[in-house]
């Protein structure tokens, strides 16, 4: 990563963790999902409101790191307005950048500057549990997410 976007990286993550877009709660919504990183103690709850294979609301509550609320805040904005089969790929991006797994991230627009949380693999479980969260809502999963 080169110092440019790691600059752009810890702006996002500062302004985002601190001030996170879409914080709150739907009511009434289609889907919601708790989220738990045992490791770091965050703890969500995402909100979906989804109609005809069509996320027309995203939102996020509860409280951790300020990884783990800029990516939630930087998530729910993303898929907002997408169908959930585009939301699917979209996930599947993410976790293959955050896994390692591939380098390009144009796909990912804005998303693609949280590709410096994988410089501290300790903090990939933060970054990812909103996104763990919304696989579980799409996959018709109940459990309670977490990155353990």
């Known amino acids: 990563m080169n110092n440019e976007l790691m600059q752009l990286y810890q702006q996002l993550i500062i302004d985002h963790g601190t001030r996170p877009r879409n914080f709150g709660e739907i009511q009434p919504c289609s889907h919601h999902q708790e989220g738990y990183n045992p490791l770091c103690g965050d703890k969500l709850i995402l909100y979906l409101d989804i109609k005809d294979q069509i996320i027309q609301n995203a939102m996020f509550s509860g409280e951790g790191c300020a990884i783990s ?46 590709e410096g949380v994988k410089n501290y693999p300790s903090r990939i479980k933060c970054a990812t549990l909103s996104w763990h969260a919304l696989k579980n809502i799409l996959d018709g999963n109940k459990v309670i997410a977490k990155t353990e």
């Open 69 to 114: 609320m800029a990516s939630a805040s930087m998530m729910t904005g993303a898929i907002k307005g997408r169908h959930v089969e585009e939301v699917r790929t979209l996930f599947d991006q993410f976790h293959d950048l955050m896994m390692g797994e591939v380098d390009e991230t144009e796909a990912l627009g804005k998303l693609s500057v949280l």
